[in-house]
């Protein structure tokens, strides 16, 4: 069974900088690509980053490429989300999530879960 801590997160004025961090533990983390997704009241879970097991390839949502980055360290089991250049719309809680195989957009693909963590953006 996977487990998936996250770290990071909190209240930021617009235009700063925060990193996210999830620990994976109980599995073969470097064979699991690894997303972000966030989620705020009323809405539906949207795709941030992901990354391949590989680390070889990412994707980002158009919404935040070109601010935030995804990296892993598999020596660490863990993948980061570097978030900069904040706008308030970035404000949610912010889940981290593994799957087996590739890449994919959809939360519906992820097998496990990180507990959130919430990002606060001021204007």
């Known amino acids: 069974q996977v487990q998936m801590v996250q770290s990071g997160g909190g209240l930021v004025q617009a235009g700063g900088s925060l990193r996210l961090s999830c620990a994976a533990s109980?599995?073969?983390?470097?064979?699991?690509?690894m997303a972000w997704f966030r989620q705020t009241p009323g809405k539906e879970r949207e795709f941030v980053a992901a990354i391949s097991w590989t680390a070889g390839g990412t994707e980002y949502a158009d919404s935040v490429k070109g601010r935030f980055t995804i990296s892993r360290d598999n020596a660490k089991n863990t993948v980061y989300l570097q978030m900069n250049s904040l706008k308030p719309e970035d404000t949610a809680v912010y889940y981290c999530?593994?799957?087996?195989?590739?890449?994919?957009?959809?939360?519906?693909?992820?097998?496990?879960w990180g507990q959130g963590t919430q990002v606060t953006v001021s204007s």
């Open positions: 999530a593994a799957k087996t195989g590739l890449v994919q957009y959809f939360q519906d693909a992820y097998s496990y």
């Open positions: 109980g599995g073969t983390f470097s064979r699991y690509a």
